[in-house]
């Protein structure tokens, strides 16, 4: 009964060395979509792709499409700041001292923007094995961008019209006359 | 009782490792024939709303078209209007990579009873694997609409390799996949499809990248947070396709540019 029981762990963990063994699939050169590594290029549009492999073609598609969209508000909106450090150390004493350089670099890159129209063009899905990879193209037009910048100023514009309306110069006299009284 | 457990633990394993049941199992279990006006919804008169309801299979049909109909009835009310609040995060730190994505929606009960109030069926199918209903809101008479024939899956519809451009609409695309119902799946792609399509409007995006290199090793770290809310009106379920060789459902959602 004992050697069934141990054939019959065994036999799944075989199978499971046959059918999950090498690591984790790669993508295949001619499988990945053209416009994933050369990426449409235009004057008044920006493209980012991105790609994610997961188990779950619903997160893959999600992953794929957040890290696509992250490229497009990378490209609009980056603070980026560096940092290089140049370390010498020495060790040991007289002639044997050894002498080590070590350089490092820190780069670090923040985006926050609003993407409005921001939209995923392409998209393919590819099997890997187990696992789906999504491929995303996100496209943002940027005349959208200029007109939510245009429609933006209208708004400041209309918004000092108003407060400059509100305010008469008869207003502002009086407002004078107040701090003078006070002065006095 | 022991050997039950180690079946078990055997076909698990053999499905951990994307072997062939799995896929035997979920063709036996999706769907293989269909209504026109679920693969593709027909425009409705001016001043009418079409929505498409389904239900598994019941051995009371009455049920079955039951379920379909309260279905349809709340695809109804999402389509007038509905919430959608969408989060994903994203945490890579080199070794680690963690994603989250929240999906919340919310509609109104009062829409969902005004609809309740006043529809009418335009057609229905029975299948072999489920039913499916087409409703109308507001109630219309007799719609000069062919009653479909079943049918089979078409050709993959371009909308799934390059997402449609129009100058009225917007649109969305949801995809799941290796699901065991097609019910289920059909809900869950139309879900994603919405949340799609509000991705497509607005979304804040907000990340941080850094990259540590020193002379052995590069370090890449990641924060990537996409949020919105968004209030959708009239967003549609238009088109949806399966591609029954690799067990993929797709959804596409329309809505009007505001």
Redesign the interface.
């Known amino acids: 009964m004992k050697k069934v ?1 141990i054939l ?2 065994l ?3 075989a ?2 060395l046959v ?2 063994g090498g690591g984790k699939p790669k993508a295949k050169m001619q499988e990945i979509p053209e416009w994933y590594l050369n990426p449409p290029q235009a004057e008044d549009v920006i493209y980012e792709a991105g790609d ?1 492999a ?1 188990m779950s ?3 893959a ?3 794929s ?3 696509a ?2 490229g ?3 490209v609009i909106e980056v603070k980026v700041s560096n940092m290089l450090k140049n370390f010498m150390q020495q060790s040991g004493l007289g002639e044997d001292a050894e002498a080590l350089e ?24 590819k ?1 890997e ?2 696992q ?1 990879h999504a491929y995303s193209l996100a496209e943002y037009n940027l005349n959208s961008l200029i007109q939510e910048t245009l429609n933006e100023a209208k708004k400041q514009k209309a918004l000092y019209n108003e407060a400059k309306a509100n305010l008469s110069f008869d207003d502002l006299e009086k407002e004078i006359d107040k701090l003078e009284a006070i002065g006095e | 009782m ?1 050997r039950k457990s ?1 079946v078990i ?2 076909i698990a ?2 499905q ?4 062939f049941p799995n896929r035997i199992l979920s063709e036996a279990l999706s769907q293989t024939v269909i209504s026109s006006w679920f693969e593709q919804l027909p425009e409705a008169p001016a001043g009418t709303m079409f929505s498409v309801g389904y239900s598994g299979k019941y051995q009371d049909v009455t049920i079955a078209e039951q379920v379909a109909i309260n279905l349809a009835l709340k695809n109804m009310a999402k389509q007038k209007q509905i919430q959608l609040i969408f989060e ?1 995060e ?1 945490l890579a730190d080199g070794k680690l990579r963690l ?1 989250n ?1 929240t999906f919340e929606q919310s509609y109104e009960e009062s829409i969902l009873i005004q609809i309740k109030n006043n529809f009418s069926i335009v057609d229905s199918l029975l299948t072999e694997d489920g039913y499916f209903i087409l409703l109308a809101y507001p109630s219309t008479g007799k719609l000069s609409f062919d009653s479909t024939k079943p049918k089979v899956w078409g050709s993959q519809p371009e909308w ?4 449609p451009t129009s100058k009225d609409w ?1 649109y969305g ?1 949801g ?4 699901y065991s119902s097609w019910v289920r799946a059909w809900k ?1 792609a139309d879900e ?1 499809a919405r949340f ?1 399509l509000g ?17 052995r090793f590069t370090i890449e770290s990641k924060i ?1 947070r ?1 949020s919105y809310d968004i209030t959708l009106r009239n967003s549609v379920i238009v088109e949806g396709w399966y591609d029954a060789k ?1 067990d ?1 459902y797709y959804s596409l959602c329309r809505s009007a540019k505001q």
């Open positions: 029981l019959a762990m036999i799944p963990l199978l499971m059918n999950c994610a997961k073609m619903a997160l598609k999600e992953a499409d957040a890290r969209r992250d497009i508000s990378r070590f350089t490092s670099s820190v780069s670090k890159q923040v985006a926050n923007t609003v993407l409005r129209g921001c939209r995923i063009a392409k998209r393919e899905m099997t094995g187990s789906y | 022991k180690i633990f055997t394993v053999i951990l490792c994307g072997a994903v994203e994603l994505p799934i390799r390059e997402l917007i695309v995809i799941v996949a290796r869950d994603y799609d991705k497509n409007i607005e979304i804040e995006a907000e990340s941080i990248h850094t990259v540590q290199r020193d002379d990537l996409q690799r993929i």
